[in-house]
Nanobody, 118 residues
Framework: QVQLVESGGGLVQAGGSLRLSCVASGSIFTLNTMGWYRQAPGKQRELVATITSGGNTNYADSVKGRFSISRANAEKTVYLHMGSLKPEDTAVYYC????????????WGQGTQVTVSS
């Protein structure tokens, strides 16, 4: 019903930057929260950042001041601008969409690998 397609992952050196994109399609309710989560090997999936359809944001303490989440509602796209990257940021990054009206369903993207060297 809802599909999320991610792009922008890759290999980057410590201190560098990267931008992730996630495009949503399908039967999407206007009121929703989109966000990014990540999972490193041997660790639980954790929140990175979320943004509501109204533009309110929330960040994990570990990325605050380094990452920035934004969205373009008409294009149904969410971005994650990552700067000052650290090796600890290495993980599979997943895009999430949650409807805050209607069916209140949650949808996940396939994940994209981010690897930070050094």
């Amino acid at each position: 019903q809802v599909q999320l397609v991610e792009s922008g992952g890759g290999l980057v050196q410590a201190g560098g930057s990267l931008r992730l994109s996630c495009v949503a399609s399908g039967s999407i309710f206007t009121l929703n929260t989109m966000g990014w989560y990540r999972q490193a090997p041997g660790k639980q999936r954790e929140l990175v950042a979320t943004i509501t359809s109204g533009g309110n944001t929330n960040y994990a303490d570990s990325v605050k001041g380094r990452f920035s989440i934004s969205r373009a509602n008409a294009e149904k796209t969410v971005y994650l601008h990552m700067g000052s990257l650290k090796p600890e940021d290495t993980a599979v990054y997943y895009c999430k969409l949650q409807h805050t009206v209607g069916d209140f369903r949650t949808y996940w993207g396939q994940g994209t690998q981010v690897t930070v060297s050094s």
